[in-house]
């Protein structure tokens, strides 16, 4: 299923990685012949690394920077990580310390992954990005 089959791309934020010089992209989706491009401007239109797209959640952080899939949010006090991601039409935050079935996720679809992503949940846990898993694999 492509990307264009899910989401209506002109009324959704996405970012990827600009494919000539990996610096961050922010815009509108578009896929052509199995290449896929953020859209800034009518004329405007680059080609990213694929597995770097990301969909804004409609959420912010608790310092409110937007939160996207991909993205690693914590609580500065506790430490606690949280990769976003989006299953089932719904955005979630997944334990980074249930790493595996967070790849289960993807290669199993039957497995339910809990940990609706919501505003309330943001600001009582005072959530902020610590970074992402393109740029900060590790985390």
Same mark, same amino acid.
């Given at each position: 299923?492509?990307?264009?089959? &899910?989401? =209506?791309y002109?009324?959704?934020?996405? %970012?990827?990685?600009?494919?000539? =010089?990996?610096?961050? &992209?922010?815009?509108?989706?578009?896929?052509?012949?199995?290449?896929?491009?953020i859209?800034?401007?009518?004329?405007n239109?680059?080609?990213?690394?694929?597995?770097?797209?990301g969909?804004?959640?409609?959420?912010?952080?608790?310092?409110?920077?937007r939160?996207?899939?991909?993205?690693?949010?914590?609580?500065?006090?506790?430490?606690h990580?949280?990769?976003? &991601?989006?299953? =089932?039409?719904t955005? %979630?935050?997944?334990?980074?310390?249930?790493?595996?079935?967070v790849?289960?996720?993807?290669?199993?679809?039957?497995?339910?992954?809990?940990?609706?992503?919501?505003?309330?949940?943001?600001?009582?846990?005072?959530?902020?990005?610590?970074? =992402?898993?393109?740029?900060?694999?590790? &985390?």
């Amino acid at each position: 299923m492509q990307y264009n089959d &899910i989401f =209506n791309y002109k009324s959704i934020v996405f %970012r990827g990685k600009n494919i000539l =010089n990996n610096n961050w &992209i922010y815009g509108y989706f578009k896929q052509d012949n199995n290449k896929m491009y953020i859209e800034i401007g009518a004329d405007n239109i680059i080609e990213i690394i694929p597995s770097t797209l990301g969909v804004f959640t409609g959420l912010l952080d608790f310092t409110n920077n937007r939160i996207f899939t991909g993205d690693v949010i914590h609580n500065k006090q506790y430490k606690h990580k949280h990769l976003i &991601i989006q299953f =089932n039409g719904t955005f %979630r935050a997944v334990s980074t310390s249930d790493y595996e079935y967070v790849n289960s996720y993807f290669s199993d679809l039957s497995y339910e992954i809990s940990g609706k992503l919501t505003n309330e949940w943001i600001k009582q846990c005072e959530k902020v990005i610590l970074g =992402n898993i393109y740029d900060n694999p590790d &985390i």
